[in-house]
């Protein structure tokens, strides 16, 4: 199976009910797993289950940082309400751009870019 048919699968794995999807018919159908969306190009089902894939082995350290971006990933219902842990060798160009009385801000290129 390719990675796009496993992508499809896992999301149809968990599909809802049409009475769980009143209100989404406005964002129109996923393009992966054809259920409707539930935000601008975005389908939670399809989304919560590609995360659980794709970063089942990501860790950023701290166990209740974790915790944080999973609870934020399974109740995101479009992009926007959506975050991440990205490692440090995603990104390129860092730079230091100034030191605080909290902390150092740096700025990078993400290789990857945004999830879409």
């Not at 259920?35 to 975005?42: D, E, L, S, Y």
């Not at 975050?83 to 290789?111: L, M, N, P, R």
Request: hydrophobic share 25%; glycine share 6%.
């Amino acid at each position: 199976m390719n990675n796009q048919q496993d992508k499809q699968s896992i999301c149809n794995e968990n599909s809802q009910s049409s009475s769980d999807n009143e209100g989404t018919k406005d964002f129109g159908t996923c393009v992966k797993c054809q259920q409707p969306n539930t935000g601008h190009k975005w389908c939670k089902p399809y989304n919560v289950k590609r995360f659980e894939y794709e970063q089942k082995d990501l860790t950023s350290g701290d166990k209740d940082v974790d915790e944080f971006i999973r609870e934020i990933q399974v109740n995101a219902n479009e992009s926007k309400e959506f975050i991440e842990y990205i490692s440090y060798d995603k990104f390129k160009e860092v730079e230091k751009v100034a030191d605080g009385g909290f902390g150092i801000v740096f700025k990078a290129i993400w290789k990857e870019g945004y999830i879409e």
